[in-house]
């Protein structure tokens, strides 16, 4: 069972920057999905960002894209997430997730970490 650890995150002004990272447990991940999400206070978990871990193709949510990046670095089997103009409701706990590329749920998360944007 594949494990994610994350690292990253804190308080920062809007307008500033955050990188996160996830490191999967796993050596080879080539045929895995990884994502990135987030939850809100009272809201519901929401996508933010996906990757393909072999080939590097990516999907942004609008919120994310043209301000977030993800990326991967397949040699520290290491997702990142950064995050530069930041905003307020940018303020969640984010969480990475991995899953395989023939299933359509993500299975695996990382334990989360909050983002929080001051204004």
Not at 10 to 33: D, H, I, K, M, N
Not at 84 to 89: A, G
């Given at each position: 069972q594949v494990q994610l650890v994350q690292t990253g995150g804190g308080l920062v002004q809007a307008g500033g920057s955050l990188r996160l990272?996830?490191?999967a447990s796993e050596r080879t991940f080539g045929p895995y999905?990884?994502?990135?999400?987030?939850?809100?206070?009272g809201?519901?978990?929401?996508?933010?960002?996906?990757?393909?871990?072999?080939?590097?193709?990516?999907?942004?949510?609008?919120?994310?894209r043209g301000r977030f990046t993800i990326s991967r670095d397949s040699a520290k089997n290491t997702l990142y997430l950064q995050m530069n103009s930041l905003r307020p409701e940018d303020t969640a706990v984010y969480y990475?997730?991995?899953?395989?590329?023939?299933?359509?749920?993500?299975?695996t998360w990382g334990q989360g970490t909050q983002v929080t944007v001051s204004s």
């Amino acid at each position: 069972q594949v494990q994610l650890v994350q690292t990253g995150g804190g308080l920062v002004q809007a307008g500033g920057s955050l990188r996160l990272s996830c490191v999967a447990s796993e050596r080879t991940f080539g045929p895995y999905v990884m994502a990135w999400f987030r939850q809100a206070p009272g809201k519901e978990r929401e996508f933010v960002a996906h990757i393909y871990w072999s080939g590097g193709r990516v999907r942004y949510a609008d919120s994310a894209r043209g301000r977030f990046t993800i990326s991967r670095d397949s040699a520290k089997n290491t997702l990142y997430l950064q995050m530069n103009s930041l905003r307020p409701e940018d303020t969640a706990v984010y969480y990475c997730a991995a899953r395989s590329r023939t299933e359509d749920a993500y299975n695996t998360w990382g334990q989360g970490t909050q983002v929080t944007v001051s204004s």
